[in-house]
């Protein structure tokens, strides 16, 4: 916070009131989406061996800062591993790893594919406008990256939850071809992001959708391990959690650390409470994002502690 108060007009004490943020990373200016989402996938073999990829036959990456619009990051990633297989981006903003989790979901349990890498990777920094407070101090970069596959009976996804609500889309956008929206609404350079509208929408959204993929696996609040929702602000992490009368030992939360990091946020704070022992295998999970679209995803998942 330090730092981006000699850019702009804040302080830590500001960020911190509003936010819960203290520190978030940002990439080099030679590195993007694809070298996250490979370090990423990289760390991911350093923990559980190279044969973590072997029979990955479909890799699926959330960002919405992609290396490039042709190839897809994707297809990067799947050359680098020289991986046999199909590879395509989802472009979802802040909950497009979740998307994406619902997507590799559906191709394992339809047989379509066996085995699919997904990565959440998102270099925010890229498209920050270095001159707006309001979004330059919520952001930062990250990735995650996951196996999907088949799992035992009982183990695995219970639900899901997609939604989007394009009427809010000039609440929060930036352009990429076109210069407006349909309504007329201006698209900006870099994000764009009307916060008093946003939050509103996540606070109502965290704790609906929650409650729907709660409802969905025929299951209760009180059967929840850990709740694991977007890292974007602690203030709206906090409304949620009391909204569905969590207590707050039950919360990952890692926002003060790293900012929003968009497409990677669920996925980064997964993997800390996996380290630090607070997820074991049969913990049922309760996983929600928010974004730009507006968009929301919600999961529940009992978790299998796989050893390759």
């Known amino acids: 916070n330090h730092d981006l108060a000699q850019l702009v007009e804040t302080s830590d004490e500001w960020v911190v009131t509003r936010t819960g943020i203290r520190e ?5 200016e030679d590195e993007f989406a694809s ?18 990829l072997d029979g990955v036959d479909l890799v699926i990456l959330a960002t919405s800062t992609p290396d490039a619009l042709l190839p897809a990051t994707a297809a990067i990633v799947q050359n680098h591993f020289k991986l ?7 472009i979802a903003a ?13 191709y394992v349990k339809s047989g379509m594919a066996k085995k699919v890498l997904t990565i959440g990777s998102d270099a925010l920094s890229k498209i920050l406008n270095w001159e707006d407070r309001g979004t ?38 930036m352009r990429c071809i076109n210069t407006t929206l349909p309504d007329g609404s201006p698209l900006t350079e870099k994000v764009s992001m009307n916060g008093r509208e946003v939050f509103k929408f996540a606070v109502r959204v965290m704790s609906s959708a929650t ?35 969590l207590p707050p030992e039950k919360v990952v939360s890692n926002v003060e650390r790293y900012g929003n990091t968009s ?9 800390e409470a996996l380290d630090d022992g607070r997820i074991k295998d049969g913990d049922d999970l309760l ?13 529940v998942m009992r978790w299998h502690a796989k050893t390759f």
């Open 24 to 28: 978030r990373r940002f990439t080099a």
């Open 35 to 52: 070298h996250m989402a490979i370090h990423a996938t990289e760390n991911m073999i350093a923990k559980h061996g190279p044969q973590v």
């Open 84 to 90: 046999k297989a199909g590879a395509f981006d989802v």
């Open 94 to 106: 802040c909950p497009g790893w979740m998307y994406a989790l619902s997507a590799a979901a559906a």
């Open 136 to 173: 330059l101090v919520l952001f930062g970069d990250g990735a995650c990256a996951a196996i999907v596959e088949a799992v035992p009976e009982g183990y695995g996804f219970k639900s899901f939850v997609l939604g989007a609500d394009g009427e809010g889309a000039k609440h929060l956008n």
């Open 211 to 245: 409650r729907e993929a709660v409802a969905k696996a025929n299951m209760q609040l009180t059967d929840i391990a850990y709740f694991v929702p977007h890292q974007a602000n602690f203030r709206i992490i906090d409304a949620a959690r009391s909204s569905l009368e």
């Open 263 to 271: 497409a990677a946020s669920v996925g980064i704070a997964m993997r």
């Open 287 to 299: 996983l929600v994002s928010f974004g730009a679209g507006l968009s929301w995803a919600s999961s």
